[in-house]
């Protein structure tokens, strides 16, 4: 007998072949989120609340959902740094973006403890040295308060002022540091070298993407005429 | 005899006179797991887990090359260059000290899994030498000798090898930074010829020898050559002893990714550089030490777990090491790790808050496995 052909993978088998989903909303929805949080588990039984008693409960019966992979239970672990390094990631290889993460990380702190340890004694407590501190203050300080949007009334487009999402803020100060670092640059230069500096202009409000910040800003502020076009 | 410290170029001779014998702290406290004893020779069990700083001069002087690259760059960020004192190190301190001189050249080998601390031994071992006043002979790394060489010059020595001029004149140049005492002191015992014009006169300080490695590349890999014979044969005279350091010495005997005009292999006997190194880890001469380290990071067709002196040199390799003394370098200790951990946490280099908590360090200890190397890359980012 001829083998028969699995219609959906298209690979010849003589058992059919079940695709079994494992992510996204393909689960039931009696599965539960996982907990990686060490405390969670740590807490003795007398501090519970009900809600966390009857949650401890239902963990028993219930099935669980599959952990992702960026799902950690470091004490290190950070949404934001994972977020950007997904953004940073190209054709998923995620090993590659991670370790030019970390080696941006550690490329802001050498050159700060550099500053640090030539600094005289009372501009010490001025000198920031922390990677993460400074990760955070930049993005912080380049996420717009107001952005433009593509509105078309009556055959004409025009940008209108717009009120961000903090998720929609957070994605461009990261959306065009990375772009910033990979078009605007020597083609030579490392990205964690090309990162770690635009990373510290940035947390000294200054460099190209505050720049970018500041002209997305000068025009909201020019189109303020168009703003009742907006209905949401 | 020469005086300790005569091979030291005298910006670092300075640096000598300032060290202390005790552990009184000076100045500030420094933590429990620093040693203010700056002098290789006076290290002993009480000093294990411990670092100790070598100044800055000295450094430059003794280790143009040699060190890794990370530990270069953790001295540029600190601004000061600690090592460890191990069990590995101490033992072979001890060996050196008991050693006597008028027996053939003792060989030991330092061999572990990777990133566990053999180059840094080395490195610990070369520095104790050059303090004692002993003629270094430092080859940072056999496989770049291997791999990798842009310029492959038929050697007009011998027809059937080949010349590397680059890394001999790298070489050279880090030699000469190194040994100023030495070269201008030993003396050629022949006539060496280079060329139609050039030559070297007998009875002529070696420092004329490497000036014309160096000025003429061409030649250099024979000058390392004659370098190397010169100070083996005037080695058991007594007037100097000789620590020949090799690291990654299972390069020597292994494979290489060099090929000929006519793409056919070349086995590193076939280069002039390996040659003669071969000669120089031979027992066949007294008055000094050979230690070598293995490495797999850098080696060429050897699978990534192998560590053993067996795995790694291969059958011709250990034929021509044995017998030697093998020194196993493993991860730290609980006590060494410990004391790297608080190092860190002093040069404020984890940055991270969550460092400084107790779960912090449980996980640095689990995600490194108390490997060195791990543990540095882990800090790395934190």
Redesign the interface.
């Known amino acids: 007998t001829s083998a028969r052909v699995c219609r959906g993978c298209s690979r010849a088998s003589p058992v059919p072949c079940r695709m079994v989903p494992v992510r996204w909303s393909r689960y039931s929805p009696s599965y539960l989120e996982p907990e990686v949080k ?1 405390e969670y588990y740590q807490k003795p039984a007398e501090e519970l609340t009900e809600e966390e008693r009857e949650q401890m409960n239902l963990k028993a019966v219930r099935p669980i959902k599959a952990a992702p992979p960026t799902l950690s239970s ?3 672990s950070d949404p934001m740094i994972s977020k950007f390094t997904n953004m940073m990631m190209k054709s998923g290889n995620k090993v590659l973006a991670r370790s030019l ?3 941006t ?2 490329a802001i ?2 050159k700060q ?2 500053k ?2 030539k600094a005289p004694e009372n501009e010490k407590e001025t000198i920031e ?4 501190v400074i990760f955070h203050q930049a993005l912080k300080n380049c996420q717009p308060i107001i952005g433009l949007s593509n509105i078309t009334k009556g055959g004409k487009t025009y940008q209108v002022p717009v009120p961000l999402t903090d998720n929609r803020k957070r994605f461009l100060a990261m959306k065009w540091l990375i772009t910033e670092c990979r078009e605007n640059k020597h083609r030579r230069t490392m990205m964690p070298e090309k990162l770690s500096q635009e990373l510290l202009l940035a947390f000294n409000n200054e460099g190209p993407v505050i720049k970018r910040k500041h002209v997305l800003h000068k025009m909201a502020e020019a189109n303020r005429a168009y703003a009742h076009f907006r209905w949401w | 005899q020469l005086h300790r410290g005569q091979a030291l170029h005298t910006t670092a001779r300075d640096g000598l006179s300032s060290v202390s014998s005790q552990d009184v702290p000076a100045g500030r406290p420094r933590a429990v797991f620093h040693t203010s004893e700056s002098d290789p020779a006076k290290h002993t069990e009480q000093h294990e887990a411990r670092l100790y700083d070598i100044p800055l001069e000295e450094v430059k002087a003794v280790f143009p090359h040699g060190l890794p690259h990370r530990f270069q760059q953790q001295i540029q960020t600190f601004n000061e260059a600690r090592v460890m004192v191990r069990k590995p190190a101490l033992e072979l301190l001890s060996y050196l000290k008991s050693s006597n001189f008028s027996h053939p050249a003792v060989r030991y080998v330092i061999y572990g899994e990777r990133g566990t601390g053999k180059t840094m031994t080395l490195c610990h071992v070369v520095h104790y030498c050059s303090r004692q006043g002993w003629l270094v002979l430092h080859i940072p790394d056999a496989h770049l000798w291997v791999k990798n060489c842009k310029e492959l010059l038929q050697s007009s020595y011998n027809k059937d090898r080949l010349d590397q001029p680059l890394q001999a004149s790298v070489w050279l140049k880090n030699f000469k930074t190194s040994n100023e005492r030495f070269l201008q002191e030993i003396k050629t015992q022949k006539k060496y010829i280079w060329g139609k014009q050039e030559s070297t006169e007998e009875g002529r300080p070696l420092r004329e020898v490497v000036e014309q490695g160096l000025a003429r590349v061409r030649s250099a890999s024979d000058a390392v050559g004659v370098v190397l014979r010169e100070i083996k044969q005037q080695s058991h005279r007594g007037s100097f002893r000789l620590l020949v350091a090799v690291d990654g010495v299972n390069a020597l005997w292994g494979r290489s990714t060099l090929r000929k005009e006519d793409k056919s292999p070349v086995s590193p006997g076939e280069l002039t550089l390996v040659h003669n190194l071969r000669k120089m880890v031979m027992n066949d001469w007294s008055g000094g030490a050979i230690v070598t380290t293995l490495s797999q990071t850098g080696s060429l067709f050897k699978p990534s777990l192998a560590y053993t002196p067996q795995e790694l040199l291969g059958k011709e390799g250990f034929n021509a090491l044995d017998p030697f003394v093998p020194i196993p370098v493993p991860n730290y200790s609980p006590r060494e790790f410990e004391s790297c951990y608080g190092y860190y946490l002093e040069r404020r280099w984890l940055q991270h808050e969550k460092a400084h908590t107790e779960d912090g360090k449980a996980e640095l200890q689990f995600l490194s496995g108390s490997n060195p190397r791990q543990l540095d890359r882990l800090a790395g980012p934190l």
């Open positions: 060490k470091s004490v290190f993460m970390s080696q990380l550690e702190k050498r403890l550099e640090y340890h040295c922390n990677p993460y």
